[in-house]
């Protein structure tokens, strides 16, 4: 799942509220860690923990949970959470909850 030749795809949501930074920081990590991301569905919760971007990554099949510092270079920290669904062939879609 999440291999790197897959097509990469977000909602306009995702495009036009995350900043740059964010969004290359999740493409980073799932080239990265492609091979721990075994279900199909990766949760990603951003939040703001003494001014500094935090972390947490989960996913339920195994159950795993993973909590990460995210170094900023110019984004401000956000409180907000990602979802990364891998489609199979259709490749992999980066949203937000309420965009399911």
Request: glycine share 2%; net charge negative; charged share 30%.
């Amino acid at each position: 799942m999440f291999e790197r030749n897959k097509p990469r795809y977000m909602t306009r949501t995702v495009a036009e509220t995350l900043s740059k930074e964010h969004q290359q920081f999740l493409l980073r990590y799932l080239d990265e860690k492609q091979d721990r991301l075994t279900d199909y569905l990766q949760v990603f919760e951003f939040y703001v923990e003494n001014n500094q971007q935090w972390l947490i990554q989960r996913q339920e099949v195994p159950n795993r949970e993973t909590t990460i510092f995210v170094q900023l270079e110019e984004a401000e920290p956000i409180e907000r959470t990602v979802w990364v669904m891998d489609q199979g062939l259709e490749g992999v879609i980066i949203l937000f909850p309420e965009d399911y």
